[in-house]
């Protein structure tokens, strides 16, 4: 069975840009999660969806940053424009349902803005 | 303020030379605690969840064990493939995961 899918795997910008991130949760999943991870640093939730709504969106930098989840299945996650500071991997995960279960991991959306 | 902190920072280990990872923790509400594994270049990796103390889980080399406070992730005769980033999250009754910086791991040989 497919893991999640994330794409794309690197991306490479210049400050000011839009970029997108696409994502495909395991399949039955219907909780997906956009994380953020800093180098040296442990992942940090940005938004959390269960099925189309979007429950949890209060570390989402508003002003640049939005993401849909259209139908409840795939995701995308837009900045706009992006900022210097905006260059870390930008992880998809999902899970079925949320508090205890296990959530499993993209190999991630590795950004960086020049 | 919910809070984890994992130690050490970093651990060089020679092949075979066991150890344990910390994990502790300071939340409300604690849902599980998750113990995943990063290589570089690669999403986290899910190895094991705990959910209440005194409970302990086991795969190949590693053994995961679990207090009120903290979660020790033990190495037994450790090779170089088992060398990454491990990392800890708890998992919160408001379905939020909160995650450690994790420890370095490097084995050699």
């Known amino acids: 069975e497919a893991g999640v899918v994330q794409s794309p795997r690197y991306k490479i910008i210049e400050k000011k840009q839009p970029v997108a991130f696409w994502c495909n949760p395991i399949s039955g999943h219907n909780t997906l999660y956009w994380y953020r991870q800093n180098l040296g640093q442990g992942p940090e939730l940005l938004i959390r969806?269960?099925?189309?709504?979007?429950?949890?969106d209060s570390q989402l930098p508003k002003d640049r940053f939005s993401a849909e989840r259209l139908k409840g299945v795939d995701s995308t996650l837009k900045i706009q424009p992006a900022e210097l500071g905006d260059s870390a991997v930008y992880l998809c995960?999902?899970?079925f349902g949320g508090g205890g279960n296990t959530i499993y991991f993209g190999e991630g959306s590795w950004l960086t803005v020049v | 303020e919910d809070q984890v902190t994992q130690s050490p920072e970093a651990l060089r280990l020679q092949e075979g030379e066991s150890s344990s990872l910390n994990c502790s923790y300071t939340?409300?509400?604690?849902?599980?605690l998750f113990w995943y594994r990063q290589d570089p270049g690669k999403g986290p990796e899910f190895l094991f969840t705990?959910?209440?103390a005194g409970e302990e889980k086991e795969k190949e080399r590693l053994k995961a064990t679990l207090t009120k406070k903290e979660s020790f992730l033990h190495i037994t005769a450790p090779k170089p493939e088992d060398s990454a980033t491990y990392l800890c999250?708890?998992?919160?009754?408001?379905?939020?995961?909160?995650f450690g910086t994790g420890t370095r791991l490097q084995v050699f040989p």
């Open positions: 999250a708890v998992g919160k009754n408001t379905d939020k995961l909160i």
């Open positions: 705990l959910y209440s």
């Open positions: 969806y269960e099925n189309e709504e979007a429950v949890d």
């Open positions: 939340v409300s509400g604690l849902r599980g």
């Open positions: 995960a999902s899970s």
